[in-house]
C-alpha cells in the first residue's frame, strides 16, 4: 500500500530526501507522496523512512492505493529497473 501524507504535515520537509524513489514533492500547503512511485520503501529499508523521520505522524497507509509486499517490490524493480 502507497503512504500518503495528511493534514498533519507541518511542511518541515524531513520526509522528501529520505524517499528512495523520489515519490515526495513540495505540495501547495503540505508535502505529497506519488502513489504510483511510492513503495512503502520495499525492498530498500525495513521501515517507511518518511514515518521514521516524521514529526508529526502524517505519514499514514493510502487506503486506496493497497498492494501486497511482492507487489511493492514489483514495483520497485519498475521504477529503478
Known amino acids: 500500500m502507497a503512504l500518503l501524507i495528511n493534514e498533519e504535515c507541518i511542511s518541515c520537509g524531513a520526509c522528501e530526501p529520505e524517499c528512495p524513489?523520489?515519490?515526495i514533492t513540495a505540495g501547495d500547503e503540505?508535502?505529497?507522496i506519488e502513489a504510483a512511485k511510492c513503495t512503502e520503501?520495499?525492498?530498500v529499508f525495513n521501515e517507511?523512512?518518511?514515518v521514521a523521520v516524521c514529526p508529526t505522524d502524517a505519514c499514514v497507509p493510502d487506503p486506496d492505493h493497497?498492494?501486497?509486499?511482492?507487489?511493492l517490490e514489483a514495483k520497485y524493480k519498475g521504477i529503478h529497473g
Open 66 to 71: 493497497k498492494e501486497t509486499h511482492i507487489e
Open 41 to 43: 520503501c520495499v525492498p
Open 21 to 23: 524513489n523520489d515519490a
Open 30 to 32: 503540505i508535502y505529497e
Open 48 to 50: 517507511q523512512q518518511c
